[in-house]
Each structure stands twice: as C-alpha cells, then as structure tokens.
C-alpha cells in the first residue's frame, strides 16, 4: 500500500475515532427550579379534657416550598408555613420554617438565613442535635410540617468521605419565650467502614460548652443501629435499632438516658425527678401492598414510654392515599398514668386527629 | 505386520486422538465467552458516561390497569455513587443516596438522613436498588450458564450472584444478546432462593452517541396481577460534584 492511499485512511480513522469520542459533561443548566406546595386541613378531638375547655382543634395549614439554584454555584430556598387554628378563639399566623442563600465554591458551601439542620441520629429522642428543630416523640416525623430552623450562618467543607461544618446560630429572631441561646457549634463527619461518625463541639453563649458523639451503621440484611453519646453538664445517651422483615414491616425500638438538667429536662418532669430514662418501641408498615386494595394505605404504632414513672403514650398513625395530590390520615394519641406523671399529665384522655391533605 | 508399523499406526491413533480431543476442548472453550467481560459490556447499555443524569418515569400496573406514577432524577457518578430525586408530587421533597455498600433515604417528614438496610432496598413494585444500582458488574460475580434462543435472539445466559453487602438480589438469571451483549430478559432471587421478579429490557435508544435502555418492564413474580415500567429519558452526561453524594448534606436541592 503506498502513502498516498495510507494517509486518507489514518485520516479517516483519527476522524472515525474522533467522532467516537464521548461528548464533553454538560454544565448544569444556568439556573433550575423546585416548587412544591402542600395545604393541610388537621382537627383534633380531645376526650376527657376540663368541661370548660373546648373539644376541637382546628388547623388550616398552607405551606409553600421554593428553592432556585444558578450553576450549581448559587442557592435559594424558602418555605413558608401559613396557619390558621380555631380553638377557644382563631389566630392567624405566618412562620418562615426555612429562608436560606447559600453559595458553593469548589469544597465549600456557605450558607446564610433560616435552615434546618439535622445532626442527631435519633429517631424519636436527640440529645445531640444541637441545632436541630425539637424531637417530639409522640410525633417524630412533624406530621404537619410546623418545625422551623434555626437563623444560622453555615461553612461545610466537603471533600472525598470527610466533612467539616461550622456553624454560628443567633437567637435573636427567636420568639420571646423561646429559651435558645446564640449557639456556635463544629461538627466533623466521616463515613468509614459503614459507620456514619459525627463529632460535635459547640458553645452556648451565656450558657453550656458541649460535646457529642454520634453514630449510625447498617448491620446484616436487615437490622440499623444508631447511638448518641453527649456531655452537656451531665452525660446524656441514646441507643436505637430498626429491624425490617421481609414482609416490609419495620420495627423501631430507642433507649434513651437524658441528666435533669435544665437543658433536657421536660417541662412536665420535676427538677427533683433525678435521671429520666425513656423507651421508644414503633412498628409500621407502608403501602400494604399484600393486601389486594391496600396499596394505598400506610399503618403505624408506636408506645413511648418513660420507664421511671411507669407512664407511656400509646400512638397509631394510620393514612391512605387518593389518586396523586390528596391523601388522609388518622392520628391518635393515648397517654396512661398518673396525674403527676410525664405522659399521664396530659390534660386529656385520647387525642384523635383526621385531616386531608393536598399536594402539588 | 512389522513391529515399526504397529508402533506407527498406535502413534498416528494416539495423535488423532489427542487432536480430537484439544479440537473438541477448544471448541467449547471458544462457545464458553467472558461472562465478566459480558456483564460489563451489558452494564454500558445503562450507564453511559461515567458521570450522568438521566429521568425515570415508573409506571405501575395493577391488573393491566395503570394506577400511580412516579417520576425520579438519577444522578449517577463512578460505578458507586447515586443520588435520586424524587420528584413525584406524592414524593417531592424526598432523596435516595447511594455510596457503595451504604444507603440513605431523605424524607422531608423526618428529623434525619435514614439509613436503609439492604432488606427495605427491595421495597415497592420497582424498588430502590432497580433504579438506583445499574452496575450489576461491580455488585455481582457472572458465570457462564448456557447459549440459548430467547424468541428469535441467540443469547447467553449469565448466573449472577452477589460478591458485595450491597447488592440489591442474591441472585439474577441474565439473558444478554450474543451478539453485543445487549440485556434482554432477567429473573431475580432472594437469597431464599424465592424468584421475586422478572424484567424485560424492552427498548434501547440512541442518546448523545450511545446506545442507552429506553424501557424496562419490571414483573412481579409474588403478585402476578402487578407489574411496572420504568422509562429513561435525558440522559447526559454531566458533571458532578462529590458535594452531591455527601450523606450529611441535608439542605438537598
């Protein structure tokens, strides 16, 4: 073959190969949007409460979601809580659950604004989610979305499995009975060997220095184990499982040791109390697909207990599914125990709420 | 006849044989191909780039009948990183992350990022680990069964089995064109041995220079009335940051 013929052909094929090469990664789109939207209409009805108190809870929640971001580079996000509750009298109020920019540079994100952050590890107790919005146990998934974050600026510096966050949260735009303190707090997390590891260390202004230890780890086919380990004037820990079945049922169980300090001290428990030690056991099940009907519909129960005084509370969430925006629950609480008691205080026998909701 | 004839002839007799059998050893060994070399050549029909985004739109059926939807962002780096959105109006707000072995889901409902054990992987019509672990490669040890027909289509029959904690199924029967290698058909098993699901790999597509699976029929083998199909559309690829697929993120897009 002579070089004249050989040189079309080493063209052709840096030309076919050239062709063959993958096309270069696209940038993100300049700027992209997220929306949602969901209104909720919750009532309550409480038996056993004092004659003179009324019966029904009535809460008419509308709750916008927007986030915008520019090149991957630039962020912001808010969402808003409208609520409207009818009880002995109707309030009216507006709430920012989160309003956040942020701006991200190569390994590092900051962030300025209302967000909320979820440190601790605990399903329905935390000890070490210094910044995060409370845990209520009787209701550890916030069914009606009223948590609002923390006003914070946030620096993360992420890079291969290590992260490092440090963040300074102001209590000034919190509400007047609000007992938060202006909070600096660092956190280092790292995933190694299948453990999920934070260490946390932070100041309260005025108040405590503290420092947390937390972790989560998936063991075997089916079992999550999670602990927290936190000094705070006094230890606090927390220790938790979930267990899935093959069936799709899950169950949950938490073993959790607070000090009484001021800090973690119930409002309903006596300073004199001592120690508390609660005990979470829940087991639920979403979309009960086995059952020909029932794929829509999701089930759950769960006992909290507080293990000193013997009372507990007793709570089913039951909820279905219509078509792709609507859904309804059932949500009912049964607390036991004496008057004096942490879960037998409650100023009612049962609590049952219905409501509707509506999803865009 | 001579002692030097004899000697000849069981040496011709011998060698024949020997021949023979090196032939016919050959022979096989030429019909048994790579079964890892195919797996990872059938991995390329779903994952494109090593870095990409694609949709999935999931339809499920109920008795042939269409009844819910759900529409998913992938976001997929390496062979070991995935992050999915939801973006469903039942399901907004909601994330899947994926880091090798280790999962989270993010629920906006929920105080926490939630870990997910390998068993709640296989949850819902087309569960978590279908859409979110496409590299059977890394997550399974191929062998060689068997060539067969499948219709009018010469394919190979791979044995997948997990070699990592990871992996979505125990095991997977995989039918690949012999041709290019291309995923035809594919039957699941838990490590029970249980045959939970069959998949159909119903159309390929051709998206910015490579040949991707457009559609993908999902049959569940416990509720035979039930069965979903997942669509992939603009996929391209991207690139991503390692800030995407950092478990402690909580502030998701």
Redesign the interface.
Known sequence: MNRQCLIPMILLLVASASA?D???????SSA?T?Y?LAVIDDATFYSGVPAHAPQILNQLLLEP?F?I?YK?RL?F?TSLIGLSATYDHTASTLRVKET?A?L?AG?F?I?AGR????W????AF?AA?VL??P?IPTN????L?T?QGRDMIKA?W???PH?L?LAWSTAALAPAHSTLRDTTAFRY?V?VR?F?T?LIAGNDRGGDTFGALTF???V?????V?GEAVWREQAAALIGA?????S?V?FIGEFYTPPSTAYFRDLSISPLAGRQHYALFNAGK??L??LPGW?EWDVSGSIVANLDDRSFVAVTDISR?FG??F?SYVHIEIPHGSNTSDFGSARYDTATSAGVRF?? | MSKIDLTLRTFLLAVTIAFLVAWAALGHAATAPDATALLKRSDSYRNGWPAYTLRVKITNYEASKSDEEHLYEVSQKGTDKTYVEFMSPREKGRHLLMLGDDMWIYLPDTSRPVRITPLERLSGDASNGDVARTNYAVDYSAEFLRAEKLGSQSCYVLNLTAKRKGATYQRILYWVRTEDARPLRAEFYLTSGKHIKSASFDEYKESAGHLLLRKLTLYDEIRHNSHSVLEYSDAAPRNLSDKLFYQGRSDRF
Do not use: F, I
């Not at chain 1, 601790?120 to 399903?123: K, N, R, S």
């Not at chain 1, 550890?140 to 069914?143: A, F, G, L, M, V």
């Not at chain 1, 979930?242 to 093959?246: P, S």
């Open positions: 063959q993958p096309p270069p990664p696209a940038e993100e992209s997220r949602s979601n986030a971001r991957d962020t996000s956040y942020g991200s390994d994100d962030s967000k909320m952050v979820r601790g590890t605990g399903y935390s989610g995060d919005p845990r550890p998934s916030d069914r979305n948590n993360d992420v890079h291969g992260a966050t997390n995933l299948g999920d934070s989560t780890r998936v075997g086919q089916a079992w999550e999670h979930k267990c899935t079945l093959h799709g899950t979403s979309r697909r086995e794929k599914w792709t925006h859904s999803h865009l």
